[in-house]
């Protein structure tokens, strides 16, 4: 076996395994000679970060299940450090730009984001004026020196999470450099924090593919220290690194695509029984860490769920069952909570997993309105969905749900068809289940009917599995009985075209 061992990028490298020789040969420079090799394209993670982790093979070899392929591609290095770590928040005000979301809000949610992670702390929070958040070093060279000397002269700091959306590599290094410390973007914070809670393999794989964007454009003198891929491909002759690095990731992404697309499929099936057993679904979305677990499981009363006070617990679409006051049967979907400015890529792989949401019967918006920026939450969710090019009669009949009430002493809902509640408290459950059986009896077209049916025919059994049976009143005297039900108008088709001749009282 012959290795190859050679920098590419600064910040990468790039390892190739091919079959031949058992015995080991010296570091060679690329080009290679053509054939199969395992190629992977990893960064160091620098300072505080940690090793090598093992090698992972991306294709899928002779014999190989999907699911294996599946795990392969999953492989990752870590993107933060493991050890624990005292955050400054450093929040560029950008002058000029639109006001909401506002800056108090955006500090709050990456205070969040640092609590979010294991051991890690805040230590400091700076809000510090700019007018060119795209240059090279962020803010203006006095506000620079100013913070260099505050950063360096603060013990307690040993990382800083700068507030942009994504820092250019050069970027980082020469930040870095100047204050000491390891400095990280909300992307990658963000990102950590759903692979931590990404428990099912779709929501893997779409973390796998939204880095793929930011593996593919990386260019000469750049680097990212925190993004890996494995995959077995051939090697041309000649063929130079770029060329093979970029096919490499269409290669991955390709890979990662396929896997999506069977889980979806999965998905689908799922789907379709729900609806031919006419099940109501009721989606619960909202701004992350609102509550929409807490007030699942209230509505359901599901012991297993395990609510979490933390942004992203939830990132997966998990489906729970539970009954109306008329003993419908509902299904309600507790899916991923949303942020303001959250990384577009991020975005883009997650709404694919809500797909849920538009096949729905009814939306339930739950708010947390003791968060300060309740009003600013609200619009940031709005304008999600409305992204999802959800049908305008499902967002219409949105319901809006105002939770934690127990935490504003006085509460009142501000106008006619919101409801007050506390999940945790379990403070207006009831009125919240009767609008939720009003909103599904009309999004779902079914019907509350008497029928007159014979005692000991078939037609009773019937209704019992096919309807929900609210009361059955004996008639001895002639053999029959009215039962009254709750009834989808294709249920009740089906029972006529079973049971033809007069039933409805």
């Given at each position: 076996m012959f290795s190859v061992r050679t920098a590419v990028l600064p910040g990468l490298r790039l390892l190739v395994r091919g079959f031949a020789a058992r015995s080991s040969a010296p570091p060679l420079q690329w080009p290679v000679r053509a054939g199969i090799a395992n190629i992977r394209v990893f960064g160091s993670q620098g300072r505080g970060g940690s090793h090598d982790r093992g090698w992972a093979s991306g294709a899928q070899g002779e014999g190989e299940e999907p699911e294996e392929e599946e795990e392969e591609l999953l492989s990752a290095e870590p993107l933060l450090p493991t050890?624990?770590?005292?955050?400054?928040?450093?929040?560029?005000?950008?002058?000029?730009?639109?006001?909401?979301?506002?800056?108090?809000?955006?500090?709050?949610?990456?205070?969040?984001?640092?609590?979010?992670?294991?051991?890690?702390?805040?230590?400091?929070?700076?809000?510090?004026?700019?007018?060119?958040?795209?240059?090279?070093?962020?803010?203006?060279?006095?506000?620079?020196?100013?913070?260099?000397?505050?950063?360096?002269?603060?013990?307690?700091?040993?990382?800083?999470?700068?507030?942009v959306e994504r820092m250019a590599a050069p970027t980082k290094k020469e930040l870095e450099a100047a204050w000491g410390v390891e400095v990280f973007d909300r992307f990658t914070i963000v990102l950590h924090i759903f692979r931590c809670n990404a428990r099912t393999k779709e929501a893997r794989l779409q973390l796998a593919l939204a880095e793929i964007p930011l593996l593919r454009g990386l260019g000469s003198g750049q680097q990212r220290p925190y993004f890996s891929t494995a995959i077995r491909v051939s090697v041309s002759p000649g063929e130079s690194f770029t060329k093979l690095r970029h096919r490499v990731l269409k290669e991955k992404e390709a890979k990662i695509r396929r896997a999506l697309e069977r889980l979806r499929d999965k998905r689908s099936l799922l789907r379709r029984?729900?609806?031919?057993?006419?099940?109501?679904?009721?989606?619960?979305?909202?701004?992350?860490?609102?509550?929409?677990?807490?007030?699942?499981?209230?509505?359901?009363?599901?012991?297993?769920?395990?609510?979490?006070?933390?942004?992203?617990?939830?990132?997966?679409?998990?489906?729970?069952?539970?009954?109306?006051?008329?003993?419908?049967?509902?299904?309600?979907?507790?899916?991923?909570?949303?942020?303001?400015?959250?990384?577009?890529?991020?975005?883009?792989?997650?709404?694919?997993?809500?797909?849920?949401?538009?096949?729905?019967?009814?939306?339930?918006?739950?708010?947390?309105?003791?968060?300060?920026?309740?009003?600013?939450?609200?619009?940031?969710?709005?304008?999600?969905?409305?992204?999802?090019?959800?049908?305008?009669?499902?967002?219409?009949?949105?319901?809006?749900?105002?939770?934690?009430?127990?935490?504003?002493?006085?509460?009142?809902?501000?106008?006619?068809?919101?409801?007050?509640?506390?999940?945790?408290?379990?403070?207006?459950?009831?009125?919240?289940?009767?609008?939720?059986?009003?909103?599904?009896?009309?999004?779902?077209?079914?019907?509350?009917?008497?029928?007159?049916?014979?005692?000991?025919?078939?037609?009773?059994?019937?209704?019992?599995?096919?309807?929900?049976?609210?009361?059955?009143?004996?008639?001895?005297?002639?053999?029959?009985?009215?039962?009254?039900?709750?009834i989808s108008r294709a249920a009740y088709g089906r029972f006529r075209k079973l049971f033809p001749g007069p039933s409805q009282i």
């Open positions: 050890a624990s770590q005292r955050v400054c928040v450093l929040h560029p005000d950008v002058k000029g730009r639109p006001r909401p979301p506002t800056d108090a809000l955006q500090v709050a949610e990456a205070a969040a984001l640092v609590h979010a992670l294991h051991g890690w702390s805040v230590v400091q929070t700076l809000v510090v004026p700019t007018k060119v958040p795209d240059s090279r070093l962020v803010f203006g060279k006095g506000n620079f020196q100013d913070l260099t000397e505050k950063i360096r002269g603060c013990p307690d700091i040993t990382s800083v999470f700068l507030n029984q729900r609806t031919q057993r006419e099940f109501p679904i009721v989606s619960v979305v909202g701004y992350t860490n609102c509550g929409k677990t807490t007030l699942i499981k209230a509505l359901t009363g599901e012991a297993a769920m395990q609510p979490r006070d933390q942004l992203f617990a939830t990132l997966d679409v998990t489906a729970h069952a539970g009954s109306l006051p008329s003993r419908i049967p509902v299904l309600y979907m507790d899916t991923i909570g949303f942020l303001s400015q959250l990384p577009h890529s991020l975005i883009q792989s997650f709404s694919a997993t809500l797909e849920d949401v538009a096949h729905s019967d009814v939306i339930m918006h739950v708010r947390d309105v003791s968060h300060p920026s309740t009003e600013q939450q609200k619009a940031s969710v709005l304008s999600t969905l409305q992204g999802l090019q959800l049908p305008s009669a499902l967002l219409d009949s949105m319901l809006e749900v105002h939770n934690k009430v127990d935490l504003v002493p006085g509460y009142s809902p501000p106008g006619p068809g919101v409801l007050a509640v506390s999940a945790l408290l379990g403070h207006g459950l009831d009125e919240l289940k009767a609008a939720l059986e009003e909103s599904v009896l009309r999004a779902t077209g079914r019907q509350v009917l008497t029928l007159c049916v014979r005692l000991g025919g078939p037609q009773l059994s019937w209704l019992y599995k096919e309807a929900t049976v609210q009361q059955v009143q004996e008639l001895p005297e002639t053999g029959a009985a009215h039962v009254t039900v709750i």
